[in-house]
């Protein structure tokens, strides 16, 4: 396979809206995809991965362990390059390619050394918004017991809590800062969502360049990107949630 473009990031960061900018700027980002621009195969791999380490997206220590040490994360590059192999021989691939999932964020240094020479792009997002964004997604998927069924893949009660849904996302972001190191920095471009928010064409251009996509459509897709609705938050709550000390170290202190 060739190098692809790999995006990652906390869920609820702004992947999805990059994935799909790259992919209708001609990366192909997977010919199956769940409704958040996941790439189904890739998707369904992490989760393999994530499993076999005990853990699950939002079960964080046990993949973190395994990818620390050398046989662990070598068991993980060897049945990830597998699965790859399968892939290209039964599919092939279009190029150019690549392909998001935020779970990915759990296992970089399995992929970077999957993928010697991927392009990654690694999305930031305020805490607390995500906190809240992925609060409201648990307390809709409480009450679908469809979607309960599928339990540790997609819901975890445990996100029900504010709090804890705050505290994933630290650990999230401590994966990252921890495990960056193992991708060149040439080959890596940090976007806060923020700024596609304040400055859309700026933000995709940036991207798009990284990538090696076309940016003929720029303008079309920094229209189209629009600022998520924000709900009213008890004061007590906001006031609670913004004093996890990763918040100031990101610069998101509320002031």
Not at 3 to 32: C, Q, Y
Not at 241 to 251: D, F, I, Q, T
Request: net charge neutral.
């Amino acid at each position: 396979m060739t190098t692809p473009v790999i995006v990652i990031g906390m869920h609820r960061s702004g992947t999805s809206l990059v994935a799909r900018a790259l992919h209708s700027s001609g990366v192909n980002m997977g010919l199956r995809q769940s409704p958040n621009a996941e790439s189904l195969a890739f998707r369904r791999l992490n989760e393999q991965l994530l499993a076999a380490t005990g853990g699950s997206w939002f079960e964080v220590d046990p993949a973190r362990a395994a990818v620390q040490l050398g046989a662990s994360r070598r068991g993980l590059v060897d049945r990830a390059a597998a699965a790859l192999e399968r892939t290209r021989r039964r599919h092939g691939v279009a190029e150019p390619w690549g392909f998001k999932d935020p779970r990915t964020t759990l296992l970089i240094p399995v992929w970077a050394e999957v993928f010697a020479e991927a392009r990654w792009i690694y999305l930031l997002r305020n805490g607390i918004d995500v906190a809240l964004s992925l609060n409201r997604r648990a307390q809709q998927q409480a009450a679908s017991p469809r979607k309960r069924f599928f339990g540790r893949y997609f819901f975890s009660a445990d996100l029900l809590s504010p709090q804890a849904c705050l505290q994933l996302w630290a650990d999230y972001v401590d994966a990252y800062q921890k495990d960056v190191t193992a991708i060149a920095p040439d080959q890596l471009l940090e976007v806060r969502y923020e700024d596609l928010l304040t400055d859309a064409e700026g933000e995709l251009r940036r991207i798009l360049r990284h990538a090696g996509a076309s940016e003929a459509i720029i303008p079309e897709l920094a229209a189209a990107i629009a600022p998520p609705d924000h709900p009213a938050i008890d004061a007590g709550l906001l006031q609670q949630l913004g004093s996890h000390p990763k918040l100031a170290e990101l610069g998101y202190e509320i002031k």
